[in-house]
């Protein structure tokens, strides 16, 4: 199973900012989608951020809009989300997802992604 690698979380203040990275091995060309999902303490894994690989193009989930960026890079087989005006409600484990198959649009749920990272923790302090 391709292993995605998550890095980036750790303890923040209010307001501040984070960006998260994710390394995935070469897998030439097969990756459609990746994604961020987050998962709070107590609650479901919530959508926070999706892209096409090939052509850049974006999802954001409501957590998202207006402060976070996903994006990629295809050479470094690396995807990033940068987290500016982090609040607390945001601490979580953001885990990143590689989806394998066409899709019409970018999934927002977790079954259209097929493999996962371990997470990495994002804790924002007020």
């Known amino acids: 199973q391709a292993q995605l690698v998550e890095s980036g979380g750790g303890l923040v203040q209010a307001g501040g900012s984070l960006r998260l990275t994710c390394a995935h091995p070469?897998?030439?060309?097969?990756?459609?989608?990746m994604g961020w999902f987050r998962q709070r303490p107590g609650e479901q894994r919530e959508f926070v951020a999706g892209?096409?690989?090939?052509?850049?193009?974006?999802n954001y989930g409501n957590p998202a809009k207006g402060r976070f960026t996903i994006s990629r890079d295809n050479t470094r087989n690396t995807l990033y989300l940068q987290m500016n005006s982090l609040k607390p409600e945001d601490t979580a484990v953001y885990h990143c997802?590689?989806?394998?198959?066409?899709?019409?649009?970018?999934?927002?749920?977790?079954?259209?992604?097929?493999?996962w990272g371990q997470g990495t923790q994002v804790t924002v302090s007020s």
């Open positions: 997802a590689r989806g394998l198959r066409i899709q019409w649009s970018i999934p927002s749920s977790q079954e259209g992604y097929d493999y």
């Open positions: 892209i096409r690989w090939n052509d850049g193009s974006t």
């Open positions: 070469g897998d030439g060309g097969r990756t459609r989608v």
